[in-house]
């Protein structure tokens, strides 16, 4: 057995979330911060038989996918009523994929 980790922006948690339920494949939901002006972001918990890791690493890369964004950024330099826009990089995944000695549901 192996728990899959996935750490995804916020706004690509609910459709990898519907995809996943739509597929028989049940996650736990975390709220969590980091990355990049520290946005919001979500770990999902999903626990699959060693022969569903790629089938649920193939729904990630399809829900999942990086693209341009551009946000308004106040630098030191320039006072905070002044915002410049700045073209970053969102979307994608993270992904660990850990053995699991046991799992119980009670």
């Not at 192996?2 to 706004?11: A, M, P």
């Not at 073209?87 to 046991?102: K, L, P, Q």
């Amino acid at each position: 057995m192996k728990l899959i980790i996935v750490v995804v922006e916020d706004d690509d948690a609910p459709a990898l979330i519907r995809e996943l339920s739509t597929h028989g494949y049940s996650s736990t939901k975390l709220a969590s911060t980091g990355g990049f002006l520290l946005h919001g972001n979500t770990t999902l918990l999903v626990g699959v038989d060693d022969s569903q890791v790629d089938p649920v690493i193939d729904l990630i890369r399809k829900i999942c996918v990086r693209r341009k964004k551009i946000i308004l950024h106040a630098t030191p330099e320039i006072p905070t009523s002044i915002q410049l826009p700045i073209e970053i990089e969102v979307g994608g995944a993270i992904v660990f994929v850990v053995d699991v000695s046991g799992f119980y549901k009670m």
